[in-house]
């Protein structure tokens, strides 16, 4: 049962476009909502996170939009450029930093000139 | 600064074989936590460490064992190791106090078992 809903599974756009990743999650206990960009051979790095007592973040071309009564937020990448292609998680975590980070399973991206 | 240095990068056992990850950061975070990483599945957490001594389960934590001695080690053992195992394993960590919230990941560490 996966705790962190997470689509498209894969996404095209094209260079100059906008991309956009939308999840979901049911356990309200969740408190803080960051995004993980990750290159082929890599490990994940943090790209944006955003807390529920905002509706929206940018940083850049990107930005979380947050919708808390729906439980969803989503991640928008103005300007698509190909060195954006990579794999990008949503991921959520509880109140404290004690608690443990779940990842959504994933959107593979690629921009395409 | 090195950051998250997993050993090693790529591993093949036989089933029933144990084995050793090992994780080590020198950031001096409390919190560390591995990670598999599967085609479809994404990043599911398998244990984590809040502090010496203090570990918890996560998602996936069957067929996997762990401890935590010092700040800077977080050992991943399977203690007899099965197909289903073959996977990427990321380890993690991070500063609880200030807290910022961001994961550091390690570069990964790619397991085949046959």
């Known amino acids: 049962q996966q705790q962190v809903k997470q689509s498209p599974q894969s996404l095209i756009v094209q260079k100059g476009g906008i991309s956009i990743i939308n999840c979901a999650y049911e356990?309200?206990?969740?408190?803080?909502f960051p995004w993980y960009q990750q290159f082929p051979g890599k490990g994940p790095a943090l790209l944006i996170a955003?807390?529920?007592?905002?509706s929206e973040k940018k940083e850049g071309r990107f930005t979380i939009s947050f919708n808390k009564s729906a439980k969803q937020f989503s991640l928008h990448i103005m300007d698509s450029q190909p060195g954006d292609s990579a794999t990008y998680f949503c991921?959520?975590?509880?109140?404290?930093?004690?608690?443990?980070?779940?990842f959504g399973p994933g959107t593979s991206l690629s921009v395409i000139p | 600064n090195a950051g998250v240095t997993q050993t090693p990068k790529f591993q093949v056992l036989k089933t029933g074989q144990s084995m050793t990850l090992q994780c080590a950061q020198d950031?001096?975070?409390?919190?560390m936590s591995w990670y598999r990483q599967d085609p479809g599945m994404g990043l599911r957490l398998i244990h984590y460490?809040?502090?010496?001594?203090?570990?918890d389960q996560g998602e996936v934590p069957n067929g996997y064992n762990v401890s935590r001695s010092t700040t800077e080690d977080f050992p991943l053992r399977l203690l007899s190791a099965a197909p289903s195992q073959t996977s990427v394993y990321f380890c993690?960590?991070?500063?609880?106090?200030?807290?910022?919230?961001?994961?550091?990941f390690g570069e990964g560490s790619r397991l085949t078992v046959l």
């Open positions: 993690a960590s991070s500063r609880v106090r200030p807290n910022t919230g961001e994961l550091f």
């Open positions: 356990n309200t206990a969740f408190d803080y």
């Open positions: 955003i807390r529920p007592d905002v």
């Open positions: 991921a959520a975590r509880g109140r404290t930093s004690y608690d443990k980070v779940i």
């Open positions: 950031m001096n975070h409390e919190y």
């Open positions: 460490s809040v502090g010496a001594g203090i570990t």
